[in-house]
């Protein structure tokens, strides 16, 4: 069974720049959990997805959207990058009942 | 709200020698608990979870965790460090009323010398 696949897996752009990030689950996973890595601020929990729509949401300004289609690919943007958005995103799949996710390898934001 | 506590943000064992990495977590429920790890440049692994029932839950690669209500602890143990064992660790609590969203600690790095 292939695992969490998350794209691109690294990346630059400029401070104001927009960017998607891209995540597919496991076959089979309907639910899809992003999360935010620091080296500063540790890893917190950005928004969840079930079934197209949103779950959960942490505490992120409204700069941080997502979205997950039919498929339940999801997909995550960031608009008017910041310094400060420089850090790790890891996607997770699961079934959606709390018990156990799947994290992909994550994408490496690097803003300028 | 929940939380919790990694005690020790870096831990040195020898080779062979005893893991212990502390998780304390607060909670008014009892939670589900998670324990993770990360290889440079990865993503997170699970390690081991405990749900409901048995309070000791055995994982992968030899690690195991015990749940304490009465101590509110979920310490993660394995009897002998190999060196492959070097890499980050997490532990996590599910957000109760929320299902998949995750509090985790600030994480263990956990060296292991020859």
């Known amino acids: 069974k292939a695992g969490v696949t998350q794209t691109p897996r690294y990346l630059i752009k400029t401070r104001g720049q927009q960017v998607t990030l891209s995540c597919s689950p496991i076959s089979g996973h309907r639910s899809v959990s992003w999360y935010q890595q620091t080296p500063g601020q540790g890893l917190q929990f950005l928004f969840e997805?079930?079934?197209?729509?949103?779950?959960n949401k942490g505490n992120f300004p409204g700069r941080f959207s997502g979205r997950q289609f039919s498929n339940s690919r999801s997909e995550m943007n960031v608009s008017t990058l910041e310094l400060g958005d420089s850090a790790l995103y890891l996607c997770?799949?699961?079934?959606?009942?709390?018990?156990?996710?799947?994290f992909g390898p994550g994408t490496r934001l690097t803003v300028t | 709200a929940q939380s919790v506590t990694q005690l020790g943000s870096h831990v040195s064992v020898s080779e062979g020698a005893l893991v212990l990495l502390r998780c304390n977590y607060s909670s008014s429920v009892p939670p589900y608990l998670f324990w993770y790890v990360q290889y440079p440049n990865q993503g997170l692994q699970l390690l081991l979870k405990?749900?409901?029932?048995?309070?000791l839950v055995k994982g992968i690669n030899g690690f195991e965790a015990e749940f304490k209500k009465s101590e509110t602890s979920f310490h993660l143990t394995k009897p002998s460090a190999h060196m492959s064992d070097a890499a980050e660790y997490f532990c996590a609590v599910s957000d109760l009323g929320n299902t998949d969203k995750l509090i985790f600690g600030t994480g263990t790095r956990l060296q292991v010398f020859p």
């Open positions: 997770a799949s699961s079934l959606g009942d709390g018990t156990e996710q799947y």
């Open positions: 997805y079930f079934s197209e729509t949103q779950r």
């Open positions: 405990y749900t409901t029932g048995a309070t």
